[in-house]
């Protein structure tokens, strides 16, 4: 069964900086790689994937993914505080059953005025 | 306008009782899935339907099952409830069940006494 493992625990960053968020997962042959946020009392809503070696911009998100390490990472340049929420990594296990997602325990992130 | 919409929000229900939790999506898509989040533990795949036929099954009990009586519907019975089911259960669509992106409702909280 796929493990994903997620660091730290909980980050707190000053408004402005960079927040950096790590997910190791344990099966090279994983497809995409997926970052969710989760707000207290709220579902998960997705804020990126990535599926290829290398890196994937979206606005003030970058995720680096490291598939001979099974390491993926999210970055949040220019952190604000509406971005404080949980981050969970998942990884996407898909096969003839179709498609299931496994989740980390996440990363709370706290981003400080 | 909400396009998952799980009811109830909260939940409590007394140890070997039986409930039904909803689940309605709007957005068009073809398949759906139930994932639980229990306290301390990464969100957790339960099933995944897809044209309202069952694809995957990770759950071990048969005390959980879904229902869809529509293609846009996929509700979870719970039958014989334990203590140990308290936790919060979201309802999940895609497009397809291919690696597309899963969008998540609010999700249910049930507390079992």
């Known amino acids: 069964q796929e493990k994903v493992q997620q660091s730290p625990e909980s980050l707190i960053v000053p408004e402005g900086a960079m927040s950096s968020l790590n997910c190791t997962f344990s099966n090279s042959a994983s497809q995409s790689i997926w970052w969710y946020q989760q707000h207290p009392g709220k579902g998960p809503e997705a804020l990126i994937s990535i599926f290829s070696n290398g890196n994937k911009k979206e606005g003030r998100l970058t995720v680096y993914l490291n598939r001979a390490s099974l390491h993926v990472s999210l970055h949040i340049r220019d952190s604000q505080p509406s971005d404080s929420a949980v981050y969970l990594c998942a990884v996407s296990n898909y096969g003839s059953s179709g498609n299931k997602l496994i989740f980390g325990i996440g990363t709370l992130l706290s981003v400080k005025p | ?113």
């Open chain 2, 1 to 113: 306008d909400p396009k998952i919409i799980q009811k109830p929000k909260y939940l409590v229900a007394v140890t070997g009782s039986e409930k039904i939790l909803i689940c309605e999506q709007y957005l068009g898509h073809n398949a759906m899935y139930w994932y639980r989040q229990s306290a301390k533990k990464p969100l957790e795949f339960m099933f995944s339907y897809s044209y309202q036929k069952l694809m995957d099954n990770q759950t071990a009990s048969s005390r959980f099952q879904p229902q869809s009586s529509k293609k846009n519907h996929l509700d979870l019975q719970i039958t014989a409830l334990k203590p140990d089911d308290s936790a919060t259960y979201f309802c999940a669509s895609s497009q397809t069940v291919n690696q597309d992106t899963q969008y998540f409702g609010p999700g249910t909280r049930l507390l079992v006494l």
